[in-house]
């Protein structure tokens, strides 16, 4: 079973809306991290935003912040007021608590989002 | 501060070589980890290292190994290539690596193709 599912493999949305990327994600261990990074066609992986298992409130960082519902094991990304710049794929990924520290990274097969004027 | 750093960008190799990576984290930064990008499966990790040891490995086959410098510094090799080595290498720098909560800082990879 995948461990992390991201649903929307593509999304076309207009400048200056508000985007939802959706991300589930499967683990029984009960301290986790989910993070979200977004790949520019240059390549590099950015880092965007992080929300902790035990976390009470949804993060925010700038214009983006995660929906967090730990019930439904869901950590959605949303961007407020799109930009162009914004175009490009977005990963959700989870890192998880081993014996001796914290595993990799376990991503999505990502979300590529194209922002139109 | 600067980045994650890894050279070269782009290499072209074929069937039957070996290749070497390197990656420079950011300064004061002790862990570094790997990542295979490919179009079909996706990110995958590959392994970690902190303070000149290996602490954790994904799962690739043994032609796959790395290291790490006394200075952080980081390099991969990948012997006997083949054709489906073809992928985006990504290196990923922290603090120390070992909490949850820790975020992986990347560079822009090195493109290795092989023929």
């Known amino acids: 079973a995948q461990k992390i599912t991201q649903t929307q493999p593509g999304m076309f949305v207009q400048e200056k809306e508000a985007v939802t990327l959706d991300c589930t994600y499967d683990?029984?261990?009960?301290?986790?991290?989910l993070f979200w990074y977004k790949q520019p066609s240059s390549g590099e992986m950015i880092f965007l935003i992080y929300?902790?298992?035990?976390?009470?409130q949804n993060a925010t960082e700038g214009r983006y912040s995660l929906n967090f519902q730990k019930a439904r094991k869901s950590a959605n990304l949303v961007i407020s007021a799109s930009q162009l710049g914004d175009s490009a794929m977005y990963f959700c990924?989870?890192?998880?608590?081993?014996?001796?520290?914290?595993?990799?990274?376990?991503f999505g097969k990502g979300t590529h989002l194209i922002i139109q004027p | 501060k600067a980045g994650v750093t890894q050279t070269p960008r782009y290499l072209i190799k074929t069937r039957g070589q070996q290749v070497t990576l390197s990656c420079s984290p950011i300064s004061g930064h002790r862990s570094v980890s790997w990542y295979q990008q490919t179009p079909g499966q996706g990110l995958q990790f590959l392994f970690e290292?902190?303070?000149?040891?290996?602490?954790n490995k994904g799962n690739f086959p043994g032609r796959f190994s790395g290291r790490q410098f006394s200075n952080s510094r980081s390099e991969m090799n990948v012997s006997t290539l083949e054709l489906g080595d073809s992928a985006l290498y990504l290196c990923a720098s922290s603090l120390a690596g070992g909490a949850t909560n820790e975020k992986l800082f990347f560079g822009s990879g090195t493109q290795l193709s092989v023929l």
């Open positions: 990924a989870m890192r998880e608590r081993t014996g001796g520290g914290a595993d990799g990274l376990t």
């Open positions: 290292y902190f303070s000149e040891t290996q602490r």
């Open positions: 683990t029984s261990d009960p301290s986790y991290g």
């Open positions: 929300q902790g298992s035990y976390d009470q």
